[in-house]
Each structure stands twice: as C-alpha cells, then as structure tokens.
C-alpha cells in the first residue's frame, strides 16, 4: 500500500496477528523508504502507536470520534472493495479518497481503509471504505470484513480477462458471506487502456445484468467515473436505510437516521 502518511488510513499489521487470526490495526506514521518482506511481498514498515486497537470482529470496530462521542455526520457507511490482485482497487481508493494517483503501489497486505465525508442530498455521508487483499492466502481474513459492509465494489480489470472472469467467484463470496441486502455494483477498472482492453464494456454490462447489479467503467489513472461509481453506491445505500427506517418507524419512531450503524439497526457507537 501506498507508504504516505494518511491520519485516516488504517492498515493491517505484524506477522503474528496474521497467522494467529487476530487483527491489529495502526495508524500509519511519516517513514523512511525501509520495506519488510512478508510473505514474499513488499510490506511498508508501519509505527505501532501504544493505543491501537486489536480486535477481532471488524463489525465492532470503533472508529476515534464515535468513541469521543462526537460525529458530525448523518449517515455512516461501511464498503468495501473486492476482486482479484492487480486490478487497482487500492488505486481507485486512493482516487476517490486522496484525489491522487500512484503507479508503483505495493500489494495490499491484508485490509487497509480510508475515509471521506461526502455530502447527498444535503445530508452528510461518513465512507469508510475497506480495501481488501486480494491473493488466495489472505481470502480467510478478508472474508471476516464481508458481514460488516453495507456496499461492495467488484472490481476486474479491462485489460485482464481472467480477473473478470473470477468475478462471478467473488460474487458467490459475498452472496455467502455478506449481509443480506447488501448494495454491490460492478467496476471495470483501467478503461482508459484501450489498446490492451480484453473485455468490453458489452461484456462487463452483460454480466452486471445477470448478477443483477449496476455496472460502471472507471479509470483510476486518468481519474474517469471513480467518483461517480462510489457516489453511486452511497446514494443507493442511503436510499435503502431511509427506506428501512420508514417501513419500522411505528415501532421505533423514536429513532433517527443520525443514530443507524448500517442495515436499519439502531446506532451502537460502532463503525
């Protein structure tokens, strides 16, 4: 991941927590151009400050201002990016979130997020969006962030068949691990590569229509639809709590929108 210091970037850290299932994020410190090897692929050297927060169910994670008590926000919203390594997921993130673009990022090692407060509607919408590896040997610690999202973003690249081609697999992934009703859109990613395109946009819309979800084609690079596609999903999310609260307000009509988690739950001081 991209080794910059970002006071809302989170990322997955120590070799131990890894294999003993246990997770333990760190806010990322300024540092040098040192690097790790871990597994066979390039980690930053992260600072463990004294106060991270190990835990192990991502659903209860408690984000610093929620804890403070303080949140300046109407909506918050949990999504999360998936698809196969190399098709820029962490590349469209840092679009939408930091409005940059980098070629030479690392290989996501586990989970990574960011934050960005967006305004729809006139309302304000918290995204804390996640990030996940996606090599075969973190599939087990990236599933555990499944249940916990309100929206996923398939991503494959244009210019990679096989990674659209093994979208349908991590679509049954988040059919079998996500929460119900969850919002997903389809992201064909690097649409400005035309000369090394394998897929079409007819086949990326083809198969967004048989899953049954929208469909967008973005560039990361040359920073083309990335806003439009998560503004897309917010929207559509914001939509879906609005609805839920309205159809269970006789029995909790005391309850405000202000005060929802995510899935038409009463807010829990979590995020």
Same mark, same amino acid.
């Given at each position: 991941?991209?080794?910059? %210091?970002?006071?809302?970037?989170t990322s ?8 003993e299932?246990s997770?333990?994020f760190c806010?990322?410190?300024p540092?040098?151009?040192k690097q790790r /090897?871990? !597994?066979?692929?390039n980690l930053?050297l992260? /600072?463990?400050p004294?106060l991270s927060h190990p835990?192990t ?10 804890m403070?008590?303080?949140r !300046? %926000?109407d ?5 999360l990016?998936i698809? =196969?390594?190399g ?7 840092l679009?939408f979130s930091?409005?940059?673009f980098?070629?030479?990022f690392?290989?996501?090692?586990g989970?990574?997020f960011k934050?960005r407060?967006i305004e729809?509607d006139?309302k304000?919408?918290?995204l804390?969006?996640w ?5 075969e040997?973190?599939r087990?610690?990236?599933?555990? %962030? %499944?249940r ?5 973003l398939?991503?494959?690249d244009?210019t =990679?068949e096989r990674?659209?081609?093994?979208i349908?697999t991590w679509?049954s !992934?988040?059919e079998? /691990?996500a929460?119900e009703?969850?919002? *997903? ?7 400005d590569?035309?000369d090394k ?5 007819e086949?990326?819309?083809a198969?967004a229509?048989?899953?049954g979800i929208p469909f967008?084609e973005v560039?990361? *690079?040359?920073?083309?639809n990335v806003?439009?596609a998560?503004f ?14 309205a ?7 005391n309850?405000t929108?202000? =005060? ?7 807010w829990?001081?979590?995020?």
């Amino acid at each position: 991941m991209d080794g910059r %210091y970002s006071a809302n970037s989170t990322s997955l850290c120590c070799e131990a927590n890894i294999k003993e299932g246990s997770l333990r994020f760190c806010d990322r410190a300024p540092i040098d151009d040192k690097q790790r /090897h871990l !597994n066979g692929a390039n980690l930053r050297l992260l /600072h463990l400050p004294q106060l991270s927060h190990p835990f192990t169910d991502p659903t209860t994670f408690t984000y610093p201002d929620t804890m403070a008590g303080t949140r !300046n %926000y109407d909506f918050l919203i949990k999504l999360l990016l998936i698809g =196969d390594s190399g098709v820029g997921k962490s590349c469209c993130l840092l679009r939408f979130s930091e409005d940059s673009f980098t070629p030479s990022f690392i290989t996501t090692i586990g989970i990574d997020f960011k934050i960005r407060t967006i305004e729809l509607d006139g309302k304000k919408v918290k995204l804390q969006i996640w990030d996940t590896a996606g090599q075969e040997r973190f599939r087990t610690i990236t599933t555990a %962030y %499944y249940r916990g999202a309100m929206g996923i973003l398939l991503v494959y690249d244009v210019t =990679d068949e096989r990674s659209f081609n093994n979208i349908r697999t991590w679509f049954s !992934n988040v059919e079998q /691990h996500a929460s119900e009703g969850v919002n *997903k859109i389809l992201i064909g990613n690097k649409c400005d590569w035309e000369d090394k395109r394998q897929v079409s946009t007819e086949q990326g819309q083809a198969l967004a229509d048989e899953l049954g979800i929208p469909f967008m084609e973005v560039s990361a *690079k040359s920073n083309i639809n990335v806003e439009k596609a998560f503004f897309s999903l917010a929207g559509d999310i914001k939509k879906r709590l609005i609805d839920t609260q309205a159809s269970t307000a006789p029995a909790a009509n005391n309850v405000t929108i202000g =005060d929802q988690g995510g899935n038409g739950q009463p807010w829990k001081n979590c995020c």
